[in-house]
């Protein structure tokens, strides 16, 4: 070991000549040791290997500096056009006031809902109010991805609104297509209109604004008149919940459902399908809570079916 040692070292130690022979001057001569030489070559590698490393890494920054600014001009242009849809959709809000006014419709609430559902409505409307405030430049991606569904859901009710006007001028002469007259259920009814023994509270009465069909789960529900879906979903307390106005001052709630076969928006003819019954919601066991609106009050139910 200790010979290799020796042997290297020597190696390392010999003095090489270097000649250069310019054509007009004359030659020179340097005398350099091996070891010298090493060592400026592999600083000349690590100059030339910083160097194109740093070339690699400007470039990569040149590139993702203009990536960066293309998405910034195209998300610019994805906000413009949302701002611009945003614009348009409360323009609808406008014409679609004026024509329930032109058509005699009411402009109102569909139905008098609970508290709890009205709240609900009313925070979802005053978060997507604070959101369309802001500049879309200052959104997160999660504030970014409720702006356009906050959008989304703006033009389903916008849409289901325009259906509605759409089917009230083409039957709003046949207004008996839209007075409930069947029974929602085949299941026997287990609880009746007005004043009743809280199932919940035990000991106090409360109003009960609609008639319970007890039945089997998953049974059909079926819609009692032609009209337009307004809601179909969660509703609080009802659980489950769908909501058809019928037009000329009717609208129905079907509640405690499961297996909601429509969508806001869709419009249903007496006897159609549109849930099956369940227990969601505020429920003591498997059955459809059923309701009837008249004019904005609620009325009996068994007035309009036999």
């Known amino acids: ?44 590698l690590i100059v030339t290997a910083g160097g194109l490393i740093a070339f690699v890494r400007e470039y990569h920054y040149s590139v993702t500096k203009a990536d960066n600014e293309i998405m910034r001009v195209k998300m610019k242009l994805i906000g413009d056009e949302l701002e611009r ?36 409505k009313e925070k ?32 389903k009710l916008h849409l289901a609104s325009f259906q509605e006007i759409a089917w009230y001028y083409a039957n709003r002469r046949e207004g008996l297509h839209s007075t409930p007259s069947i ?49 179909a979903g969660w509703v609080p307390s009802f659980g489950q919940a769908i909501l058809v106005d019928h037009g000329f001052g009717y609208s129905t709630l079907y509640a405690h459902t499961t297996g909601i076969k429509v969508k806001a928006g869709d419009v249903v003819k007496r006897g159609d399908k549109i849930a099956t019954m369940g227990s969601s919601g505020r429920s003591t066991g498997t059955h459809l809570h059923y309701e009837v609106w008249k004019d904005g009050q609620a009325v009996n139910p068994r007035n309009y079916f036999k």
Do not use: C
């Open 85 to 120: 849809g945003r614009k348009y959709l409360e323009l609808t809000r406008t014409t679609d006031t004026q024509m329930r006014q032109m058509l005699g419709m009411p402009g109102g609430k569909f139905i008098n809902l609970p508290k709890g559902w009205e709240a609900s």
């Open 183 to 231: 029974r929602p259920s085949s299941a026997p009814i287990s609880s009746g209109f007005g004043y009743r023994i809280d199932p919940f509270g035990k000991r106090s009465t409360k109003r009960h604004n609609g008639v319970d069909f007890a039945g089997k789960p998953d049974s059909p529900i079926f819609v009692t008149a032609d009209g337009v879906v307004r809601h």
């Open 1 to 44: 070991m200790r010979k290799l040692i020796n042997s290297l070292g020597r190696v390392l130690g010999e003095r090489v000549d270097i000649l250069i022979m310019p054509r007009l001057r004359p030659s020179v001569k340097f005398k350099v040791r091996v070891l010298t030489l090493l060592l400026v070559g592999l600083l000349w």
């Open 124 to 155: 979802e409307e005053a978060r997507a109010k604070e959101l369309f405030s802001k500049d879309l430049r200052d959104l997160s991606v999660e504030e970014f991805e409720d702006y356009i569904d906050t959008i989304e859901e703006e033009a």
